[in-house]
């Protein structure tokens, strides 16, 4: 009998596999981006499957992906090891299995706060405002998982604007309510942004997908109440198909949350010069 998989909001496929005694749940194909769940998903996955057996509130201080195999639409289950215990700090790793396949490899990194010498970011905030940027579902192309979010471009990085842009600035948010995974909340959040150098090209389809992510929390998940958030990624180099960018993740008040950084591998014609 064929299996039917019904759409639902990331807090009910994390929520499926939170109490999982086998780490299992699902998702349907409008998670997907081309072959694969949307990175963000399955990125998060790893995270509630980690943090399942930690005290309440230890909260996630870095996070390390590597993208495998494509991670089909249908159920999932998550594997997790324990890796070292400290005093303050409990490292995870967690194994995200489709169809009998390790598809994603993750390291969690979860950390007690601790009196310490302490260095604010001192960049300024100023983004364009919300309302003055241009809708996220403008672009072309758009994958299905971003039904499931909202937001506007506010400045570059437009993918197939034929633009050569080594920045890209963007306003994003949860449709659904979030409130009982912060720290998953923030990695969904954070791999919206596509390849910057897809701005570079004119005409989809140009495939591409992340190989490996790091993710680094600067304020513990839990503390976090934004539900808007800032998005500025910077193009570092492309070249042989393979590109490097860096991100910088701002509440909407402008405090900087978090800090990403992706390898990333791209498929397509040479780019507008």
Partial sequence: MEHTIITSDLPDILGTLRASDSNETEFSEAWTQGRSAYGGLSAALATTAMAKGLEKNLPLRSLMV?????????PVAVNVRPQRQGKNVTQLGAEVMAEGNLCLQAMGV????????R???GDSFDPL???QGVPIDKARRLPEFLQYFEGSWAGGGIPFSGRPDRKLYLWARHRCDMGAFPAEKIVAIADIPPPVVLSHFTEPPVPASSLTWSLEFLIPPHEIESDWFYLEFTLEAAAEGYTQQSGRIFTEDGVLCALSRQCMVYFGPTATK
Avoid: L, Y
Wanted: glycine share 8%; net charge positive; aromatic share 8%.
């Fill in 129 to 131: 405002p919300r309302d």
């Fill in 119 to 121: 260095v604010a970011p």
């Fill in 66 to 74: 590597s993208f495998i195999a494509p991670i089909p639409a249908g």
């Fill in 110 to 117: 979860f950390g007690k706060a601790r009196e310490a010498i």
